[in-house]
């Protein structure tokens, strides 16, 4: 009998060991309030959220010109804001370029006769959204904030491909000493109110 008993209490035990055993697995390996390291980080949701904020989708349409001198014309679909650049190298040939947050453009390419390019579409930063981001760091950075989507602090600047730091485009906020500051480079192509496309470095920091 006291053999039975103490079997008895050996397995209630070893029970028990393995209830409790199994509990802490689930808490510590299948909580799903627990970050693991295959999530986003900081820097990178604030990135995504700060590219997002200022690129759009721009659509290009070249066009082709041939002998003599008129008005060309394109799709009504295309919409009527645009920047039109003629290329140096090749003057007969115009690049056209579409989105919502372009000015109402103005044709000054004069091709008589012309053939049309295959319209595209490309995501792109753009320079003015760039300035209005910046506004809005300046004027209302808790909001700003709130925008992204972040409770951290952090600052951005644009870097041309030599490394020069282009202050129309970035902003002058410095974190405090003694803190962990986490540091990014992003390579972009922004576009400017004149169609270029300028290589630039985005570097983000957040702390």
Known sequence: MKNNKAQSHVEMMLSFVIFIGALIFIFIFLNPFTKTGGGISVI?????????EI????????VIGGDGIGNYDFPLEYGNNFI????????KKCNLY?????SVGTKTCQFNSYTLGVYSKEKMIVWDKIISLKQDYDTGYSGLKSKLGTSKDFSFSFKNIGGGEITALSVSKNP?????????????????SFGNINELILNIRVW
């Not at 990178?44 to 997002?52: F, G, M, S, Y």
């Not at 690129?55 to 070249?62: A, D, M, P």
């Open 176 to 192: 405090p000493s003694g803190v962990n500051v986490e540091s990014k480079n992003i390579p972009l192509r922004v576009i400017d």
């Open 98 to 102: 579409f989105s919502d947050d372009f």
């Open 55 to 62: 690129s759009s989708e721009i659509g290009k349409l070249s």
């Open 84 to 91: 039109e650049v003629q290329e140096t190298l090749d003057p």
């Open 44 to 52: 990178d949701d604030i990135q995504k959220n700060i590219i997002a």
